[in-house]
């Protein structure tokens, strides 16, 4: 049995506490990122009055409560130094981790990164590999090294994107992925069977954080862009499009064949509006959007 302590956020931190526990493993302790985003007082008054999912969690698990500002800070490594784990795993935490944090484990620091790394290292893959199109994305465990998400894979498992899901939907579905592979990992590791691959930089890529321009849908692409970039975007934000010097938040919207009389309609322009939708044509069809 191993001494797993868990660094993570929402989902992938319950996926890798039930994970580890379901597999026979002891969580000795986690760090939220409640722990990071609040001061003490306001964590202190939001843990009495509106506990996160994560805080739940933790209580559920009968999981101590890591407590640090930082993963990188010196109060995590007294926590560290009394709780004793054998490995470190994380998941959905944005800091980047010192050599100092990473080398303290004897087992290793390990991140769970929902991608099939090397492609789409960095922020938000779910968002990105739905954006390309890609009906294909994955869970990969490495060690954590000097640089996000380019350290030695240790275990992998391809995860299919179905046509129309959104990415949140794909963020639930690759934490399935990792609270089962988590067990096979620490127990691969417990038994010395991990062989560690280094990852293939001719194959690497590298996705940068969401901004407000990525949020702007454009109109004038094919039918398949369009939906793959709305569904991209939610639930996490709301996608809109530019309509002269408008802006019109996507609520809902649902694709119409092009018709021979539009055809000649200059693409990306408006061929209806009333109080509720707006029509526009699209490369190779409408688009029908409820303001």
């Given at each position: 049995m191993l001494r797993v302590l868990v660094v993570g956020y929402n989902k992938m931190l319950s996926a890798l506490i039930s994970g580890s526990?379901?597999?026979?493993?002891?969580?000795?302790?986690a760090l939220r990122c409640d722990r990071v985003s609040y001061s003490k007082f306001t964590l202190f008054l939001k843990d009495i009055f509106a506990p996160s999912h994560?805080?739940?969690?933790?209580?559920?698990?009968?999981?101590?409560?890591?407590?640090?500002?930082?993963?990188?800070?010196?109060?995590?490594?007294?926590?560290?130094?009394?709780?004793?784990?054998?490995?470190?795993?994380?998941?959905?935490?944005?800091?980047?981790?010192?050599?100092?944090?990473a080398s303290l484990p004897k087992l290793g620091c390990i991140n769970c990164h929902p991608s099939l790394l090397p492609r789409h290292r960095g922020a938000n893959p779910y968002f990105w590999t739905i954006f390309l199109g890609e009906d294909l994305t994955g869970v990969t465990f490495h060690y954590v090294n000097e640089k996000f998400d380019c350290g030695d894979i240790l275990l992998q498992e391809a995860v299919t994107i179905d046509n129309n899901m959104n990415a949140g939907e794909l963020r639930d579905r690759c934490s399935k992925y990792a609270q089962?592979?988590?067990?096979e990992l620490l127990n691969k590791i417990e038994r010395g069977e991990i062989v560690a691959k280094v990852q293939d930089e001719s194959r690497a890529s590298y996705e940068s954080q969401i901004e407000y321009k990525d949020t702007i849908v454009d109109l004038r692409k094919a039918k398949k862009d369009i939906h793959n970039h709305i569904r991209a975007l939610r639930p996490w934000y709301m996608p809109s499009f530019r309509l002269d010097s408008r802006k019109i938040y996507i609520k809902n919207y649902r694709f119409l064949a092009l018709a021979d009389k539009y055809k000649d309609v200059r693409i990306g322009s408006k061929v209806f509006e009333n109080a509720k939708i707006v029509i526009i044509r699209a490369l190779d069809c409408l688009v029908e959007i409820t303001k």
């Open positions: 526990v379901y597999s026979g493993h002891k969580v000795v302790g994560d805080l739940s969690l933790l209580r559920a698990f009968g999981v101590y409560d890591v407590k640090a500002p930082s993963i990188n800070s010196k109060e995590f490594v007294k926590e560290f130094e009394k709780l004793k784990p054998d490995v470190i795993l994380v998941g959905s935490w944005a800091e980047k981790i010192s050599p100092k944090i089962g592979l988590v067990g």
